[in-house]
């Protein structure tokens, strides 16, 4: 749904210590980002540890207003497809994401598009754990079987599939349209 920057921005503010494949493994791997996601830290709090692990030469401050900005856009045609089910499904989003985070998000208009948000800092839990999807299941009324979970992480889908609800994986190749098509909703 967001083109995010993550990767590249880790990247560059680095000053070239950290390459982008490296980026790319330290966010899906760093635990301050995990516990930042289910708010267990504060902004700055994530920050300090941030700056500190990856050795970078920008205040706590500055990075996280950088930080801030890593969603850069909503995906081409993503709101598109989005606005296309409404109607005929109720929507919603369940997303592992920290307030910052939430923050861009939300200006770039991705709340507005769901019926209903989950948010994993407000959740106290986060993609893949099995309580995060038992708490979205609840808050979608209980029942798993109704649930159709769309993901780009195949460790997301898997653990979405043990929670009972019918998950498809989004290829990055070929976006969230062909995965809507393939589930057969579109």
Not at 16 to 28: K, Y
Not at 150 to 173: C, L, P, R, T, Y
Request: glycine share 8%; proline share 5%.
């Amino acid at each position: 749904m967001v083109d995010y920057r993550g990767p590249e921005r880790l990247a560059a503010l680095s000053n070239g210590r950290i390459s982008l494949a490296d980026a790319r493994s330290a966010l899906s791997q760093t635990p301050a980002l995990h516990s930042f996601e289910r708010g267990e830290l504060t902004p700055l709090a994530f920050a300090e540890q941030a700056v500190r692990q990856w050795e970078l030469d920008v205040s706590p401050g500055d990075f996280i207003a950088d930080f801030e900005t890593w969603p850069e856009r909503l995906l081409p045609g993503a709101r598109d497809a989005i606005q296309t089910l409404e109607g005929k499904y109720r929507l919603a989003c369940f997303s592992n994401i920290n307030i910052p985070h939430w923050r861009q998000a939300e200006a770039l208009g991705l709340a507005k598009l769901f019926e209903k948000v989950f948010l994993s800092h407000e959740l106290g839990a986060r993609k893949p754990e099995q309580r995060a999807y038992d708490l979205v299941i609840k808050g979608l009324d209980g029942s798993p079987d109704g649930v159709l979970f769309f993901d780009d992480v195949a460790e997301n889908v898997a653990a979405a599939g043990e929670a009972g609800v019918k998950a498809h994986h989004v290829d990055a190749g070929r976006g969230l349209l062909c995965a809507l098509s393939d589930a057969g909703v579109m």
